[in-house]
């Protein structure tokens, strides 16, 4: 019973471990008027009639603080990529020069950058759920665990176990959206 009881907690753990992987991920998409590279990992181009990321077709890199350069293996795929960023709601405007592809990061108005603070806040919102029910999930496992027989005084300590790892990763999501706001607010 305690296996199982340990099997929960530790499932609980990886799955509130991934909510903040993927909230961190999401909110290090958002652009602070910085040049990325990961700005364009969403970016899909046709590569011979396959849906291929544009890092998979290209180098890109950033030479500066606002540019971002992005160099095809092929030449060919200079207007699909072209088409992409331009086609994208990143709001970036491409410059070609036949050999490869240069962004010019605009620095930020302060309406965009309150449309990127609130949108950061909807991504670390959407980790707090996913905290949320992972927590869900181990309640109700233990629950289940307790109609089968196991002590009451357990499951408890487990649900108070399950809470405090809650708090934890609900705080570290905080963590990770102030430090968001602040780069974002930053000019």
């Given amino acids: 019973m305690e296996e199982d009881i340990q099997f929960y907690l530790d499932h609980a753990k990886e799955l509130m471990e991934k909510s903040i992987d993927h909230t961190r991920i999401e909110l290090q998409k958002l652009r602070a008027g910085k040049a990325m ?3 364009l990992d969403d970016l899909r181009v046709d590569y011979y009639g396959a849906s291929t990321p ?9 030479p500066d603080a606002r540019t971002i350069v992005v160099k095809p293996w092929e030449k060919n795929m200079i207007p699909e ?8 709601d990143l709001g970036l405007n491409p410059q070609n020069d ?12 302060e309406d965009r950058r309150k449309i990127l603070v609130k949108h950061a806040r909807n991504e670390a ?10 927590r869900k999930d181990a309640n ?13 005084d ?10 405090k790892l809650t708090d934890n990763y609900t705080h ?3 963590e990770l959206l102030n430090k968001k706001e602040e780069d974002i607010m930053t000019i």
Wanted: net charge positive; no cysteine; hydrophobic share 35%.
């Fill in 37 to 39: 590279p990961n700005m």
């Fill in 140 to 152: 109700d496992h233990l629950k289940k665990l307790q109609k089968e027989g196991a002590s009451e």
């Fill in 154 to 163: 357990l499951i408890k300590k487990a649900e108070g176990e399950v809470q």
């Fill in 54 to 62: 544009i890092g998979q077709v290209a180098s890109i890199n950033t």
């Fill in 81 to 88: 990529i072209e088409r992409s960023i331009i086609n994208s």
């Fill in 125 to 134: 919102e959407n980790g707090k759920i996913s905290i949320r029910n992972a």
């Fill in 172 to 174: 570290k999501i905080e």
């Fill in 98 to 109: 036949g050999e490869l592809i240069r962004i010019n990061i605009p620095p930020l108005t």
